[in-house]
């Protein structure tokens, strides 16, 4: 069973910066692969950034935000983050980390609101 506890999410101007943190425990995280979701009222969960396990991890993001989103893992730390640059009041959503194991186990967090407006 992993547990991830996310951090990091608030109130921000259009163009500014935040960084998610998400960390995990009770699994292996070196074999999960790690990714960010965000979802907003009445719409879908949205996959926004994955990164594979390793520590060359495979990032891919979504086509909104690419070069302006990042994402990492720590294996010491056991952690995976979410650099968010030039945010965009599209971007407010609440965040959601998310784990999946090689068996094809599902984890989530709990979420983090972002919130992008002037």
């Known amino acids: 069973q992993v547990h991830l506890v996310e951090s990091g999410g608030g109130l921000v101007q259009p163009g500014g910066s935040l960084r998610l943190s998400c960390v995990a425990s009770?699994?292996?995280?070196?074999?999960?692969?790690m990714g960010w979701y965000r979802q907003t009222p009445g719409k879908e969960r949205e996959l926004v950034a994955t990164i594979t396990p390793g520590g060359g991890g495979r990032t891919d993001y979504i086509d909104s935000v690419k070069g302006r989103f990042s994402i990492s893992r720590d294996h010491f730390e056991k952690a995976a983050y979410l650099e968010m640059v030039s945010l965009e009041p599209e971007d407010t959503a609440v965040y959601y980390c998310?784990?999946?194991?090689?068996?094809?186990?599902?984890?989530w967090g709990q979420g983090t609101e972002v919130t992008v407006s002037s």
């Open positions: 009770g699994g292996e995280f070196s074999l999960l692969v």
């Open positions: 998310h784990a999946k194991s090689f068996r094809g186990e599902e984890y």
